[in-house]
């Protein structure tokens, strides 16, 4: 995506090089006429509001955009509306990064060795099924983990 600043640039660079009317620089490039002849507005300069933001930032290191609207907005007075200050926020590289939640320390999982005969190692478990009646009922089995038997339910 290039900016209509841009366009206009490399429409006069077309005109000076191929000595062409603006007409046919903005057919070949697929330009409209307006982008060409359009005059940008003044714009006012972000010089103060770049002075305050940095004011506030060096108060309150951790506040973050949206607080620091607020400070500038309700208690400095400035009329200056938040997709401005945001703007100006950024482009002064003090957009913070969102904090990633903290992993919670897992704990190594022990690896149970593997049986090398019968009844050295049993496992138990809750099965639950349900009747046709929809009645439902748990047993709870008992397996030997080497030989895979249920050993008791």
Same mark, same amino acid.
């Given at each position: 995506m290039v900016s209509?600043?841009a ?28 982008t060409y ?5 003044r ?16 108060k ?5 955009r ?13 009329t200056? &509306? ?25 704990r ?10 019968? &009844?050295r190692?049993?496992a138990?478990?809750?099965v639950?099924?349900s009747f ?22």
């Amino acid at each position: 995506m290039v900016s209509p600043k841009a366009k206009r640039h490399a429409l006069e660079v077309i005109r000076d090089k191929f000595k062409l009317s603006a007409r046919q620089a903005c057919r070949i490039l697929g330009l409209r006429q307006s982008t060409y002849h359009y005059k940008p507005k003044r714009v006012r300069g972000d010089a103060e509001l770049r002075d305050k933001i940095l004011e506030v930032v060096t108060k309150k290191q951790r506040w973050g955009r949206p607080m620091v609207t607020w400070m500038l907005r309700e208690r400095m007075g400035l009329t200056d &509306n938040h997709k401005r200050i945001g703007r100006v926020y950024r482009e002064l590289g003090l957009q913070m990064h969102k904090r990633r939640k903290s992993r919670k320390i897992t704990r190594p999982r022990m690896l149970l060795e593997a049986p090398t005969s019968p &009844n050295r190692l049993w496992a138990m478990d809750f099965v639950q099924d349900s009747f046709a009646s929809g009645r439902r009922f748990r047993v709870l089995t008992v397996k030997d983990l080497y030989t895979h038997e249920a050993l008791c339910l």
